[in-house]
C-alpha cells in the first residue's frame, strides 16, 4: 500500500487494478521475438509464475502483432487468463494497432513512447491515432517517457528557452524538465481526445539513479499541483546487469516509494546469458518485502559472520534454509497463507545471535569458536531447545517445517 499524500487514480488493466488501494505492482518484461509465440508464451509463464502481475511485450513488427491474439489465447488455455498482456510500441505502433485489430483488442495495455511516435507533425498525428485505438477497444495506456528516446523537438525548444535565461539550468535539469512535459503534454493531449484520465498512467525512465529519483519527484510534484493523480510505474531504466543493476533500481525505487510515489514497478536487469528472465521478478519481490510493503514468502536474517565464527556452518545453514523454504512455498503457500510473513534468522554467535533470533518467528543462534557447542533454536521470542550433536541444518529444517504447521496451520 503507497503512504503517498496523493492518493493515484486506480487504473484497470485487465483484471489487475493499479494505484488506488491496490499494493504496489510488479510488472516485467520478455525479452523473445514475440512472433515466436511458443517461446514468449513460455516466458510469460516463467514472468507471472515467478510473481510478474502484469507481463510486457514487444510489439514492433506485423509479425508480431499477428501473434499476439494466438499468445493470449494460448495463454487463456494454459491457465494465464488473469494475468495482463501489455504490447510496447515504437515507431509503428499507429500502423499496427490499425492494421492488426485483433492484437489491439487483444492487448490489455498499451505503452507509447511518445519520443518515438514520429517527428515533427506526424509525432502528433501518430500519438492521436494510437490514442484513439486504445479508447475505441476501452485500453488504457502508459505513457512511457525514456530519457534514451527523449523527444528531441521538445528538448531542443527547451534548450533553446533555457539558453535565454539569466541562470541557465545545467543541461541535465534541462533533459528533467523535458522528460516531465513530454509525460504531462501527451497525458493532456490524451484527454482531448478523448480518453479518461483513469486509463492513464505514466513513467519519466532515465538510467542514473539521482536522475530519474528527480525526474519522478519532479513529475509527482506537477500531478500534485494540477491534480492529476494518474499511477506512475516505477523503473531504472537500462540498469545493468545483475547485483549493479538490482541495487541501482533498489536505491532509485527504494526513494521514491518510501515517500509514497510509485504504483507499479519493474527492475530491468540484463540477464546474464545463462540467468532466468524471472531473475527481475524476484528482484522486485525482495525490494517490496523488505521494505515491508508486501510480502510474498519468508524471509531469512542472517548475519555476515565475523573473526567469531570458526567455521563456514552459518553460511551453509543460511543457504540450505533459503533453498528449503524455497522449495517448500509451493507447498506452504496454500496450505499455510500467514506463512509469507514469517521471519527466520540464521545466526553465527552469541554477540547477535539470541536477540535477533528472539525477533524472528524462530531462529538459530550457532555457537561462536570459542563457545560451548552449543546451537540455540528459538521459536517466536522464547528459547525452544539446544542442539548438540546431531545434524544442525537437517535438524533445524525439520523444526521449521514443524514450526510452519504448528503456527500457521489454523
Ligand atoms: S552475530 Fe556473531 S558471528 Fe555474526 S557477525 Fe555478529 S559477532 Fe560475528
Redo the contacts with the bound molecule.
Keep these: 500500500m503507497t503512504n503517498q499524500a496523493m492518493k493515484s487514480s486506480p487504473v484497470q488493466i485487465g483484471s489487475v487494478t493499479i494505484g488506488g488501494d491496490s499494493p504496489i505492482i510488479i510488472q516485467s518484461m520478455t525479452n523473445t521475438q514475440t512472433d515466436d509465440i511458443q517461446a514468449t508464451v513460455e516466458q510469460f509463464k516463467e514472468l507471472a509464475d515467478a510473481g510478474s502481475e502484469l507481463v510486457r511485450v514487444t510489439v514492433n513488427t506485423p509479425d508480431a502483432a499477428k501473434a499476439i491474439h494466438a499468445i493470449r489465447q494460448q495463454l487463456n488455455d494454459e491457465g494465464y487468463a488473469d494475468i495482463p498482456l501489455i504490447g510496447d510500441f515504437h515507431y509503428n505502433g499507429h500502423l499496427l494497432l490499425d492494421r492488426f485489430p485483433e492484437c489491439a483488442k487483444a492487448l490489455d495495455k498499451y505503452r507509447i513512447n511518445p519520443g518515438n511516435t514520429g517527428t515533427g507533425d506526424l509525432r502528433a498525428e501518430h500519438f492521436s491515432q494510437i490514442v484513439k485505438i486504445a479508447i475505441a477497444n476501452d485500453k488504457p495506456v502508459r505513457i512511457g517517457v525514456n530519457w534514451g528516446s527523449l523527444d528531441q523537438d521538445l528538448f531542443t525548444e527547451l534548450m533553446d528557452e533555457n539558453a535565454k535565461r539569466e541562470a541557465p539550468l545545467s543541461d541535465k535539469e534541462v533533459i528533467i524538465e523535458a522528460m516531465v512535459q513530454s509525460a504531462l503534454n501527451s497525458a493532456k493531449a490524451a484527454e482531448k481526445l478523448g480518453m479518461a484520465s483513469n486509463k492513464i498512467v505514466l513513467s519519466v525512465k532515465m538510467s542514473e539513479v539521482q536522475d530519474m529519483v528527480k525526474a519522478y519527484e519532479k513529475l509527482y510534484a506537477e500531478l500534485e499541483k494540477i491534480g492529476k493523480p494518474y499511477p506512475l510505474h516505477l523503473g531504472l531504466t537500462e540498469a545493468g546487469s545483475g547485483m549493479k543493476g538490482a541495487i541501482a533500481s533498489s536505491a532509485a525505487l527504494g526513494i521514491l516509494l518510501q515517500q509514497g510515489i510509485g504504483d507499479t514497478v519493474r527492475i530491468s536487469l540484463t540477464p546474464s546469458p545463462t540467468g532466468k528472465r524471472s531473475e527481475e521478478v524476484e528482484a522486485c519481490k525482495l525490494l517490496l518485502q523488505t521494505m515491508g510493503m508486501r510480502s510474498f514468502k519468508p524471509l531469512v536474517t542472517s548475519?555476515?559472520?565475523?573473526?567469531?565464527?570458526g567455521n563456514n556452518l552459518?553460511q551453509e545453514m543460511a543457504e540450505e534454509v533459503g533453498k528449503h523454504i524455497d522449495a517448500m512455498m509451493p507447498v506452504w503457500k496454500d496450505k499455510y497463507p500467514g506463512v509469507k510473513e514469517m521471519k527466520v534468522a540464521v545466526?553465527?554467535?552469541?554477540?547477535?545471535?539470541p536477540g535477533?533470533s528472539q525477533h524472528a518467528d524462530i531462529g538459530i543462534s550457532l555457537p561462536?569458536k570459542t563457545e560451548t557447542p552449543v546451537a540455540v533454536v528459538y521459536k517466536n521470542g522464547k528459547m525452544f531447545q539446544q542442539l548438540k550433536d546431531v545434524d544442525i541444518i537437517t535438524t533445524f529444517k525439520q523444526m521449521l517445517d514443524d514450526f510452519v504447521a504448528e503456527k500457521y496451520g489454523n
Excluded: D, K, L, Q
Design positions: 548475519c555476515p559472520g565475523c573473526g567469531r565464527t552459518y545466526m553465527g554467535c552469541v554477540v547477535n545471535g535477533e561462536g
